[in-house]
């Protein structure tokens, strides 16, 4: 499966941004889709995921609260809705796809996932 993520960009401390992930090539609905984050000098992150329903999810606990992941099947097209942005968290995202039998399965490693897309940047400034 090919992923291509969109949506980055530079906001404000406490705005808001959107990011979005559109799949092609494989059975979008057999697959969980997450998002990951790494800061400059930091390791790649956990930052939340969402079964293959979209009936389940999970989130990193900093980001709890202030991120909604969701999915469109229909579109082959998962999002993130980040609010309440905060400087910590500016980082590159990465979605990334992870096959799965079970249709309320999640995947919190990174090592789970086989499939990432390029990434997007996104900065906020204080």
């Known amino acids: 499966v090919q992923l291509q993520a969109s949506g980055g960009g530079l906001v404000q401390a406490g705005g808001s941004l959107r990011l979005s992930c559109a799949a092609s090539?494989?059975?979008?609905?057999?697959?969980?889709m997450g998002w990951f984050r790494q800061a400059p000098g930091k390791e790649r992150e956990f930052v939340a995921a969402?079964?293959?329903?979209?009936?389940?999810?999970s989130y990193a606990d900093s980001v709890k609260g202030r991120f909604t992941i969701s999915r469109d099947n229909a579109k082959n097209t998962v999002y993130l809705q980040m609010n309440s942005l905060e400087p910590e968290d500016t980082a590159v995202y990465y979605c990334?796809?992870?096959?799965?039998?079970?249709?309320?399965?999640?995947?919190?490693?990174?090592?789970?996932?086989?499939?990432w897309g390029q990434g997007t940047q996104v900065t906020v400034s204080s």
């Open positions: 090539g494989r059975i979008f609905t057999s697959y969980v």
């Open positions: 969402i079964s293959r329903s979209g009936e389940s999810t």
């Open positions: 990334a796809a992870s096959w799965a039998a079970f249709k309320n399965s999640l995947r919190l490693g990174d090592y789970e996932y086989g499939y």
